[in-house]
């Protein structure tokens, strides 16, 4: 009768567990790494005074929420006035403590701060690597207890590698009935469970059925995967989802892109379509990159060519895009018929009539496939010579496929970009240029004006001509100015650039305005980066021009 006894204990600690008293957090940041202090104390949320605050005692805040140091003190209500009770005032850490708790102060509730020198912190970029699903809620650490135990059970788990079994567990039913997460492990009828991982995963079986009482669980990169898999294979769909968002942050740790690869890879095999959707659009954001690894000449032929079907496939030029191919089908030697389907989707009306011309002099591709190439340079010819209205009308063509539309170019023919300094917070950085008009050849001397800022206040929208409200600040605000051809439209896009490194994310100008995402998760209203940038802020920010044919001349510019 042990399980009813530590059922009791577990009823008796029941509601104990939750934030107690030294706990921390970071509020109205504008990513998770940044805010001002709050710590708890008798029940509430309170602020600490900037008296005698530094680096030294910010650092154990950070540190205390899973960053590596900080990298800035800030007072005087840096990120606004808190509410509610000072709770600190002259903390002196001498940096190893756990919480500002530990640290010398006056002591709790002693200050005569007021909210104006609220304390605030920026952290380092990097986090430790230990991210942290809990949904435990008031769930107590008995539980936890109660399966390190390893006794009163009445279901035995068999953990075999390759039909060997190397660990065994036991659990509780009673326990695991009441977690929605663990049906499908304790279904099936009888005393025995067996479970079938591999060797790499084993490691983390314990932690896997340990979530499944404590409803927390602890998932560093080495760990996701294979806590994935086994959330896949067991049905715990809220972990699966959970490694699915880690997924995110692993992603653009490898500037090798041997890791997206082999996750598309595992993708496949594990039948996670919201997985293999997140490896290919890390990819296509990120393709010039991907073109210039060693990589490159790995990735599967159905990935490239389910790359090559993108439009937001951020890339050089279309003429870039075709040579990366031309080399990676020289390298990977494939078949007659998977380079055919590769050329299909290229879009030759992006590349102009003296690059077509000289394809026949540059590519190894153009004499293994020369009628296919011969064929797309005609149909390009046209789209460069021949007046829209005409190609529609006696050619038949639809000007609204993607082949006559542009990726997301950024070579400066069709882009610029612009760089905020941390330094320099006051100024707005700005950027000029031109591009063509039209990506035919037909618009090659006809220019149209560009103008990209950087827009972080209300004041310096007024300044540029932008209507802004403070809720959607920081934005891109992007104009054009010039004769406007009534027969071209504009879908451009605006690349998010985390640290120099990779793409993040890339967002749609409507109208003379690009959102600007959260670089990491947070809890307003602005939405956070496709994926997240460990620096908690973007490095850089990418306009990127791209005309179309309207068929109808409505525009949407």
Request: charged letters at 20%; aromatic letters at 10%; glycine letters at 6%.
């Amino acid at each position: 009768m042990a399980l009813p006894r530590l059922l009791c204990m577990w009823l008796l600690v029941a509601g104990t567990h939750g934030v107690k008293d030294g706990d921390m957090r970071l509020a109205n940041g504008d990513a998770a790494n940044q805010g001002r202090v709050e710590i708890f104390y008798g029940g509430r949320w309170g602020t600490v005074c900037d008296n005698l605050w530094d680096l030294t005692d910010a650092s154990v805040v950070c540190r205390a929420l899973g960053f590596e140091n900080a990298t800035e003190a800030l007072g005087r209500a840096a990120f606004g006035p808190g509410t509610g009770p000072i709770m600190l005032d002259e903390v002196e850490c001498t940096g190893t403590e756990p919480s500002l708790a530990n640290c010398s102060s006056l002591g709790w509730l002693k200050s005569n701060c007021r909210h104006n020198q609220d304390a605030s912190v920026v952290c380092s970029n990097e986090t430790r690597g230990i991210h942290t699903l809990d949904l435990s809620g008031e769930l107590p650490d008995a539980l936890e207890q109660i399966f390190d135990s390893q006794r009163g059970c009445d279901l035995s788990i068999r953990v075999k590698v390759k039909d060997t079994e190397d660990l065994h567990l036991c659990v509780h039913r009673l326990i695991l009935s009441t977690n929605p997460e663990a049906q499908e492990l304790c279904k099936e009828p009888g005393s025995t469970v067996t479970m079938e991982v591999d060797a790499e995963c084993l490691p983390v079986v314990r932690d896997f059925i340990r979530y499944f009482y404590s409803r927390r669980i602890d998932v560093s990169l080495s760990s996701v995967k294979c806590l994935h898999k086994l959330a896949s294979a067991y049905g715990a769909k809220q972990l699966q989802s959970y490694c699915a968002y880690l997924f995110a942050i692993l992603l653009p740790q490898d500037p090798s892109f041997q890791t997206p690869l082999n996750l598309y890879t595992y993708a496949l095999a594990t039948r996670d379509p919201v997985l293999e959707e997140l490896c290919v659009q890390f990819l296509a954001w990120n393709f010039e990159a991907l073109t210039a690894a060693e990589a490159w000449t790995s990735v599967p032929v159905a990935l490239l060519q389910v790359l090559l079907s993108k439009s937001e496939l951020a890339v050089p030029s279309e003429l870039a895009l075709l040579t990366a191919v031309d080399v990676w089908s020289w390298e990977k030697r494939a078949s007659h018929r998977e380079m055919e389907a590769m050329v299909e989707k290229v879009r030759f009306p992006m590349i102009l009539p003296n690059d077509l011309f000289q394809l026949q002099f540059n590519l190894s591709l153009y004499w293994s496939h020369q009628a296919l190439f011969q064929k797309k340079v005609l149909q390009a010819l046209e789209f460069h010579t021949v007046p829209f209205q005409l190609l529609a009308q006696y050619r038949g063509l639809n000007l609204t496929e993607d082949a006559y539309k542009p990726r997301i170019y950024t070579s400066p023919t069709w882009s610029r970009s612009v760089t905020r300094d941390p330094d320099r917070y006051w100024s707005d950085p700005y950027q000029s240029f031109q591009t063509p008009q039209h990506p035919s050849f037909l618009f090659q001397s006809k220019f149209i004006s560009w103008s990209l800022v950087h827009l972080s206040t209300v004041q310096s929208c007024w300044n540029y001509g932008f209507s802004c409200s403070s809720d959607e600040l920081p934005v891109l605000g992007l104009t054009k100015s010039g004769y406007s051809d009534p027969t071209i439209g504009y879908e451009n896009k605006a690349l998010m650039i985390c640290g120099d490194r990779f793409v993040a994310d890339v967002t749609d100008f409507r109208g003379p305005k690009a959102m600007i995402p959260s670089a990491l998760e947070n809890n307003g209203s602005r939405s956070t980066s496709f994926f997240p940038c460990p620096a908690g802020s973007f490095s850089s920010f990418r306009a990127v021009i791209r005309p179309f044919y309207l068929t109808n001349s409505s525009g949407v510019d």
